[in-house]
């Protein structure tokens, strides 16, 4: 059985998280495939930090508006009675604490809900912050979107981030091809997890004391385990 859900099957997850009547953003990457999902008979209004209120779907090849993109120059449509306006405006909306909900792409997330998505402090980087801080801190709800390992294996989850930070403790809740985290006072609650995994396979894979949403006993990661059984001994 697999561990691991596709980019369009987790995208449609999180659109089936997504309220009727919210107002939404969707950061630049993989968060932008969420508006492909979002149910037809439900209104949910996407926003995009350049300037417009009431972005749908992406179009089809025969139909892109070269006029019409989101902050990651995708070409995308505008809905009936969908709005354009100044940037500082679009800024104006993100940080007065008028989104319900954001979807942002993430390189780490810490227990406490801290972020870090716009560099990894690599010698040379370039500075990619974009609107991130900003929708981090105004929108009600912070989602993230992004897998749960890196290309070399190591956990985007973490007890502290190690990268500069986007926002502290802003993060509501992570979905990643393998499962759905809720950020807790606890730390990181297991909501659902994908195919074969299970709360222990998931800790064993971050090395963090997990618990998962029915309120059972943290499942503990190997190392954990052991730094345990040390001290007690």
Same mark, same amino acid.
């Given at each position: 059985?697999?561990?691991?859900?596709?980019?369009?099957?987790?995208?449609? +997850?999180?659109? @089936?998280?997504?309220?009727?009547?919210?107002?939404?953003?969707?950061?630049?990457?993989?968060?932008?495939?969420?508006?492909?999902?979002?149910?037809?008979?439900?209104?949910?209004?996407?926003? &995009?930090?350049?300037?417009?209120?009431?972005?749908?779907?992406?179009?089809?090849?025969?139909?892109?508006?070269?006029?019409?993109?989101? /902050?990651?120059?995708?070409?995308?449509?505008? *809905?009936?009675?969908?709005? $354009?306006?100044?940037?500082?405006?679009?800024?104006?909306?993100? +940080?007065?604490?008028?989104?319900?909900?954001?979807?942002?792409? #993430?390189?780490?997330?810490?227990? =406490?809900?801290? *972020?870090?998505?716009?560099?990894?402090? !690599?010698?040379? #980087?370039?500075?990619?912050?974009?609107?991130?801080?900003? *929708? /981090?801190?105004? @929108?009600?709800? %912070? $989602?993230?979107?992004?897998?749960? *390992? &890196?290309?070399?294996?190591?956990?985007?989850? %973490? !007890?502290?981030?190690?990268?500069?930070?986007?926002?502290?403790?802003?993060?509501?809740?992570?979905?990643?091809?393998?499962? %759905?985290?809720?950020?807790?006072?606890?730390?990181? %609650?297991?909501?659902?997890?994908?195919?074969?995994? &299970?709360?222990? =396979?998931?800790? /064993?894979?971050?090395?963090?004391?997990?618990?998962? !949403?029915?309120?059972?006993?943290?499942?503990?990661?190997?190392?954990?385990?052991? !730094?345990? =059984?040390?001290?007690?001994?």
């Amino acid at each position: 059985m697999t561990t691991r859900i596709s980019r369009e099957e987790l995208a449609q +997850r999180i659109a @089936a998280d997504i309220a009727e009547g919210s107002y939404v953003n969707l950061g630049i990457g993989a968060p932008t495939l969420v508006a492909n999902f979002l149910p037809e008979d439900q209104e949910i209004i996407l926003h &995009t930090e350049n300037g417009l209120l009431g972005m749908g779907r992406a179009p089809g090849a025969a139909n892109v508006d070269p006029d019409l993109i989101n /902050a990651g120059k995708q070409a995308v449509t505008a *809905l009936p009675g969908a709005a $354009y306006f100044h940037h500082a405006d679009s800024f104006g909306m993100m +940080r007065g604490g008028h989104l319900d909900v954001c979807v942002l792409g #993430a390189f780490q997330v810490s227990e =406490s809900g801290d *972020l870090a998505n716009w560099s990894t402090g !690599a010698p040379g #980087a370039i500075p990619a912050v974009g609107g991130a801080m900003d *929708l /981090a801190i105004g @929108a009600k709800a %912070v $989602y993230v979107m992004t897998d749960l *390992l &890196t290309k070399t294996g190591e956990s985007k989850l %973490v !007890a502290e981030c190690t990268y500069p930070l986007t926002g502290v403790g802003c993060v509501t809740r992570v979905y990643t091809d393998h499962a %759905v985290f809720d950020v807790t006072t606890d730390g990181f %609650v297991v909501r659902e997890a994908f195919g074969a995994n &299970t709360v222990q =396979s998931l800790a /064993a894979l971050t090395g963090l004391e997990l618990r998962d !949403a029915s309120g059972a006993a943290p499942a503990l990661s190997r190392s954990r385990r052991d !730094a345990e =059984s040390e001290e007690e001994n």
